[in-house]
């Protein structure tokens, strides 16, 4: 237990560092257009309110478990995990460029865009009093029952 705990404290102290380079060597880095999750590429970026689902996350949950299909190929030679997709929620709530960032392959990643596409407008992120666009990262998984 007690080897564990100098590893933490180097982890921690690792990213910390890291943070404070690209910090001190980009000291006026303008704000870029779309803001990425945190900590990519080495900059932290937080946006004032995070982008909304039009009627909470239950309601996005509930659109993708009612759209979602299990493709016929996946299901036969039992594919089984989770996708993530990425996504860019414009300055006025519209998803544009839908994107498998780790796939499963065999159908489940085109039925994952299939859905993506038909989400409705969202309420936008803000920034400084205005709307700004905003990458957004979404797990959804496929398992089958037993």
């Not at 933490?8 to 690792?14: A, D, M």
């Not at 996005?60 to 993530?84: D, F, S």
Request: positive net charge.
């Amino acid at each position: 237990m007690y080897k564990a705990i100098p590893i933490l404290f180097s982890v921690f102290f690792l990213s910390v560092s890291d943070y404070a380079q690209a910090k001190q060597s980009k000291p006026n880095t303008p704000i870029p257009e779309t803001f990425q999750p945190l900590n990519c590429e080495k900059r932290l970026f937080w946006t004032a309110q995070h982008p909304q689902y039009p009627e909470g996350i239950s309601a996005l949950y509930t659109l993708i478990q009612k759209n979602l299909r299990y493709p016929a190929l996946a299901r036969n030679n039992k594919v089984q995990g989770t996708i993530y997709a990425g996504f860019i929620i414009d300055e006025k709530g519209f998803i544009k460029s839908p994107q498998i960032l780790q796939g499963l392959g065999y159908g489940c990643d085109e039925e994952v865009v299939r859905v993506l596409n038909l989400m409705p407008q969202w309420i936008p992120a803000q920034q400084n009093g205005r709307n700004t666009a905003i990458k957004y990262i979404l797990p959804i998984s496929f398992y089958l029952a037993i």
